[in-house]
């Protein structure tokens, strides 16, 4: 059961991340209107995403069963 939760989260987040990162982009994408300042810091915005979506794929390649770690690495522990 737990399994299939994780799986269910984990889309989920990486979902969540992939419409931030969209709506981040084309929000950065606009042009600066110096009667309205930017609350949000949208270039911030699709970074973070783009973290998130990142360890969204890691943690999918660990459901699978690839280990991923410093201790896993060919290089060894540097």
């Known amino acids: 059961m737990s399994h299939t939760l ?3 989260l984990t889309l989920t987040g990486l979902a969540l991340s992939i419409g ?3 709506l981040a982009n084309a929000r950065a994408g606009r042009p600066a209107d110096p009667l309205r ?3 949000i810091p ?3 915005m699709i970074v973070l ?3 998130l979506i990142v360890l969204a794929i890691v ?3 660990n459901l699978l069963g690839l280990e991923t770690g ?3 690495s060919p290089f ?3």
């Open 6 to 8: 994780d799986w269910i």
């Open 20 to 22: 931030l990162f969209v």
């Open 37 to 39: 300042p930017r609350w």
């Open 42 to 44: 949208w270039k911030l």
């Open 49 to 51: 995403s783009a973290f």
């Open 59 to 61: 943690h999918m390649a």
């Open 70 to 72: 410093p201790d896993k």
């Open 76 to 78: 060894g522990r540097l």
